[in-house]
């Protein structure tokens, strides 16, 4: 069993910056993926970005791509997303994923494994 523990929300005006962590207790592989999905209210869950721990691989979401970066330390078992330019549409609970790498090209909900508890983000305009 894996155990996902998120931290780093938070309000924060258009145009600022936050930084969310996620840490992995429990068993994980080197061939597990992690990364995030946000779920704003009355919309689906959806994918922001995927990170696979045997090559550092990512994958984003068009919707953040050169705004939003994942990092990682390995021997933390840790992922690190750091959120730049923030909108009032980046408005969200964003989650933790993690799971054998697969989920990282499919995107979706059903592929991932293990879920943070969530984490929420507010961008104000």
């Known amino acids: 069993q894996v155990q996902l523990v998120e931290s780093g929300g938070g309000l924060v005006q258009a145009g600022g910056s936050l930084r969310l962590s996620c840490a992995a207790s429990g068993r994980t592989f080197p061939r597990y993926a992690m990364g995030w999905f946000r779920q704003a209210p009355g919309k689906e869950r959806e994918f922001i970005v995927g990170m696979r721990w045997s090559d550092g691989s990512t994958n984003y979401a068009d919707s953040v791509k050169g705004r939003f970066t994942i990092s990682g330390d390995n021997n933390k078992n840790t992922v690190f997303l750091q959120m730049n330019s923030l909108k009032p549409e980046d408005t969200a609970v964003y989650y933790c994923?993690?799971?054998?790498?697969?989920?990282?090209?499919?995107?979706?909900?059903?592929?991932?494994?293990?879920w943070g508890q969530g984490t929420q983000v507010t961008v104000s305009s």
């Open positions: 994923a993690a799971g054998q790498t697969g989920w990282d090209i499919s995107r979706t909900i059903y592929d991932v494994s293990y």
